[in-house]
């Protein structure tokens, strides 16, 4: 009985282990997708917006920034690197707040490409649609 035990607390541990493993990949799989998108819609409003240079120099500078508050947040939340600290899902964890962050990166690039409605007073360096 103790051996049956032992054996299954073991294949408990590894069944639990690959479903951790697996959660991680999708859940950081959807991350790199998400920074996929984004850095597509920024390269494209870096070349629909080439010729008001003004414009492209302070948003490369607010990337840059949004980029570095990301990390620091990041770094906020999970402040010991080392992979075992905050438990086995520590990796999933620290995806999904990528994720969340990067989209909403994407969701404020978008008004860029999606343009507005002529008339929006507010628009400042949005192209009129």
Request: hydrophobic share 35%; proline share 1%.
């Amino acid at each position: 009985m103790k051996t049956f035990l032992i054996v299954l607390c073991v294949t408990s541990l590894s069944i639990f282990s690959q479903i951790q493993s697996g959660l991680n990949q999708n859940i950081c799989q959807k991350y790199k997708q998400s920074d996929s998108t984004l850095n597509s819609f920024y390269k494209k409003i870096l070349k629909e917006y080439s010729t008001d240079t003004l414009f492209i120099s302070k948003l490369k500078i607010a990337q840059n920034k949004w980029i570095l508050s990301r990390d620091a947040d990041l770094a906020a939340l999970y402040p010991d690197t080392a992979h075992e600290a905050y438990g086995s899902a520590n990796l999933m964890c620290r995806c999904v707040f990528l994720t969340s962050k990067t989209d909403e990166r994407i969701k404020y690039l978008k008004q860029w490409i999606e343009k507005t409605e002529e008339g929006d007073m507010c628009s400042g360096s949005v192209k009129i649609k």
